[in-house]
């Protein structure tokens, strides 16, 4: 499959839009590939969100790269310096070591500190961010804010299944027959999803 291919290629995007294809048509025509294919778009958008997150992390952690730069460049400009002086002697050129030594030594010391201090500010922010595949809804592939459970144990967002049972009974999974009233508020589940968008209302609405 095409979008199988390219998750391995690392272009989850592209693989996304082939996997939602696929995954539309799968429920269409009530083929049995239904749930293989919602397998491989959870993938698809799990790989995408991880691009996401690199390339966030890489952004955030840029301006303390480039201050690390600037201390590495004034430890290299104090060295350079140093060797302008006069060092005409074995017991002066011992020294001439001894301060190269101090110099790069606060360097990493700087260097490190920084780097605490960043952490310190905001640890969340530079760890990746992930969602737990059981928030998410097999139809929209979003975080469920209202989830409903069929007889057979499938959690459904409750918008996204009663659209469906209004074009079709059938559990867009299993194929099994399925009804309105079948579906059951999954309370335990709404209240672990309520909990995790508000703890990550920030960013969990973009996924």
Not at 86 to 94: F, G, M, N
């Amino acid at each position: 499959m095409a979008a199988q291919a390219l998750i391995h290629l690392s272009r989850p995007s592209e693989a996304l839009g082939f996997a939602m294809t696929a995954y539309q048509l799968a429920i269409q025509q009530h083929s049995k590939s239904a749930t293989d294919v919602a397998n491989l778009v959870l993938e698809a958008k799990k790989q995408r969100w991880k691009k996401l997150e690199r390339n966030r992390i890489d952004k955030d952690m840029s301006l303390l790269n480039q201050m690390k730069d600037l201390i590495k460049s004034d430890s290299e400009r104090r060295i350079v310096d140093l060797r302008e002086e006069q060092w005409d002697s074995t017991d002066r050129e011992r020294d001439f070591e001894a301060e190269i030594a101090v110099i790069r030594e606060d360097a990493r010391v700087q260097m490190e500190d920084l780097g605490n201090v960043f952490a310190r500010a905001d640890p969340q922010r530079y760890k990746p961010r992930e969602v737990p595949d059981y928030l998410i809804d097999s139809i929209s592939f979003s975080i469920m804010t209202d989830p409903v459970v069929t007889k057979n144990g499938q959690s459904y967002d409750r918008s996204t299944i009663m659209d469906h049972l209004r074009r079709s009974n059938t559990d867009p999974l299993t194929r099994e027959p399925l009804r309105m009233e079948d579906l059951r508020p999954n309370l335990a589940l709404k209240q672990v999803c309520a909990e995790f968008l508000e703890e990550n209302a920030g960013w969990a609405v973009d996924y």
